[in-house]
T-cell receptor, first 114, second 112 residues
């Protein structure tokens, strides 16, 4: 079992919908991440939160809006997505950012935009 | 441009033999390297890492070798087991960096 929990596992949404992806970890990690993975491609970084503050936004379109309510939770709010945004969205955490500590990933949310 | 490359998309190995997965990188600022294993419908699972001050790190059946001059690392699995069948991703980052750069993955199949 992964120690990073993501919900929902699958999500189908229309282009006008608003939905949220949720991620939770209780390992005391202070850095949390959102990655996006398309089929047969490596994961690509979207956002990094360090000590609950957004530290990296990899030029992600504003239709993706991250939120870190506390050190254990990370959300990704979705609005007006496009079909090309369909992908596996992975949440990860690490003890800290900027130091050599491995990322621990959740099992992802498989998002389909229709 | 892909900064971390895994040139073999797939590898098949007999059970009990050694599996060797290879990875090359282009960015000389990378100093921390990791291997992840991924099963279908699951997220990547951390396997083993190595920092640039070492050239070898071992954990049970898994050993990672780093050749900084060649910008090359490899993962050795010995003996290979059918449960090792998965996609293996190599990843790298630089000091003080938050981003992991992943390779495209190698699908390992261990034949019983």
């Amino acid at each position: 079992d992964t120690e990073v929990t993501q919900t929902p596992k699958h999500l189908v949404m229309g282009m006008t919908n608003k939905k949220s992806l949720k991620c939770e970890q209780h390992m005391g990690h202070r850095a949390m991440y959102w990655y996006k993975q398309k089929a047969k491609k490596p994961p690509e970084l979207m956002f990094v939160y360090s000590y609950e503050k957004l530290s990296i936004n990899e030029s992600v379109p504003s239709r993706f809006s991250p939120e870190c309510p506390n050190s254990s939770l990370l959300n990704l709010h979705l609005h007006a997505l496009q079909p090309e945004d369909s992908a596996l969205y992975l949440c990860a955490s690490s003890r800290s950012s900027g130091l050599n500590s491995p990322l621990h990933f959740g099992n992802g949310t498989r998002l389909t935009v229709t | 441009d892909q900064q971390v490359k895994q040139n073999s998309p797939s590898l098949s190995v007999q059970e009990g033999r050694i599996s060797i997965l290879n990875c090359d990188y282009t960015n000389s600022m990378f100093d921390y390297f990791l291997w992840y294993k991924k099963y279908p419908a699951e997220g990547p699972t951390f396997l083993i890492s190595i920092s640039s001050i070492k050239d070898k790190n071992e954990d049970g059946r898994f050993t990672v070798f780093l050749n900084k001059s060649a910008k090359h690392l490899s993962l050795h699995i010995v003996p290979s087991q059918p449960g090792d069948s998965a996609v293996y991703f190599c990843a790298a980052s630089g000091t003080g960096a938050n981003n992991l750069f992943f390779g495209t993955g190698t699908r390992l199949t261990v034949i019983p």
